[in-house]
Nanobody, 120 residues
Framework: QVQFVESGGGLVQAGGSLRLSCVAS????????MGWYRQAPGKSREKVAG???????GYADFVKGRSTISSDNGKNTWYLQMNSLAPEDTAVYYC??????????????WGQGTQVTVSS
């Protein structure tokens, strides 16, 4: 099993920035690609961004151009830099496997996430 610990969230004003971090432990040798997800109150969890072990990235339209996903494979750590934050970005942010069909399964359970709150 792979365990995740997310951090870096907080309260920020609209237009501000945050850098989220995710540290993985456990069966980290199985990690070939990672993703960031978020879940806002009353909404389903949605994928925000993903990165392969080779460094190729992908972003949801709602963050494209203002967010950057990166990794430090040697430290089993992934980051999500978010700029120009808006109130609609308020959510709990999680990291997990990039493949949405794998994320949240028994070997890839969700961590506690990190709360991001953007005030207007």
């Amino acid at each position: 099993q792979v365990q995740f610990v997310e951090s870096g969230g907080g309260l920020v004003q609209a237009g501000g920035s945050l850098r989220l971090s995710c540290v993985a432990s456990g069966r980290t040798f199985t990690i070939t690609e990672m993703g960031w997800y978020r879940q806002a109150p009353g909404k389903s969890r949605e994928k925000v961004a993903g990165i392969s072990k080779g460094g190729s990235t992908g972003y949801a339209d709602f963050v494209k151009g203002r967010s950057t996903i990166s990794s430090d494979n040697g430290k089993n750590t992934w980051y999500l830099q978010m700029n120009s934050l808006a109130p609609e970005d308020t959510a709990v942010y999680y990291c997990n496997h990039r493949n949405v069909k794998v994320a949240g399964t028994k070997l890839w359970s969700w961590g506690q996430g990190t709360q991001v709150t953007v005030s207007s």
